[in-house]
């Protein structure tokens, strides 16, 4: 579904990225992991078409998308949950899951919304409210929520757990394994190192913009001396 060839990318001059190569299958559940820095949201982003590519290639599909706008790709089917959720916060959240799919077609709006609303069941019941006064949780699910009108065939959510309490954490993940089983592809970036490799199919670990590792979520696991030296962690809890 997604190939990234030797990318080099960064904020103008600035490179973030130095060489990244991955493929995401489709219908699996990719983890970019990393320390703050390490050039995660970055790659997220180069993905998008936010940030500058100075060299390496972007495939979605087979099809070469490195320099293709923004809205280009999210026509192909690409779709993102941002770090932050950035959500409208002066809108309800029936009209943020409105923005989510007005580039579509109008006619498969309600059952777009029905579709978010049996994921997260809770967003059904504070549809009227305000998003920024939703608590961080509500806010997640409705990014996601947001992400989903647009019909994606790749899903990218940036830092899901961020700020979040575990019991949240679980529904928004139970919530992208629901999408995964329905054929969804995803490409998760998550501080929460064991969370990821919960859910994830495989992985690649970055630090200071360069892939130090990928593979297998279960050779993950087993790579003790990965999370020491690059996660800050003893171990993938």
């Known amino acids: 579904m997604l190939t990234l060839d030797n990318l080099v ?8 990225v130095h060489g990244v190569s991955f493929e995401v299958p489709a ?23 936010h940030v500058d590519i100075h060299s390496g290639r972007i495939l979605f599909d087979g099809e070469d998308i490195t320099h293709r706008r923004a809205v280009d790709r999210a026509a192909l089917g690409i779709s993102l949950v941002p770090e932050g959720r950035q959500l409208f916060s002066d809108l309800t959240v029936d009209e943020n899951l409105t ?3 007005y580039a579509y077609a109008v006619e498969r709006d309600r059952a777009k919304r029905e579709r978010v609303f049996g994921y997260f ?11 920024g006064s939703l608590s961080g949780g509500e806010q997640q699910m409705l990014s996601i929520g947001r992400a989903l009108m647009a019909e ?7 830092e899901l757990s961020l700020g979040l309490m575990p019991k949240m954490v679980d529904i928004c993940l139970d919530a992208l394994m629901k999408l995964k089983g329905e054929g969804l592809t995803i490409l998760l ?6 969370r990821a490799l919960d859910v994830a199919d495989r992985v690649c670990v970055l630090s200071s913009g360069a892939q130090v590792f990928q593979g297998t979520a279960a050779e993950a696991k087993a790579a003790g001396s990965l999370f020491a030296t690059f996660l800050g962690v003893s171990e993938p809890q």
């Open 152 to 158: 994606p065939r790749l899903l990218l959510v940036d």
């Open 189 to 194: 970036v998550e501080q929460n190192t064991a």
């Open 9 to 16: 990318c960064g904020y103008g001059s600035v490179r973030a």
């Open 27 to 49: 219908g699996s559940v990719f983890a970019l992991l990393g320390p703050n820095g390490a050039g995660k949201t970055s790659t997220v982003m180069a993905i998008m078409g």
């Open 99 to 101: 923005v989510g799919g």
């Open 121 to 131: 069941p809770r967003l059904f019941e504070r549809r009227e409210q305000l998003a």
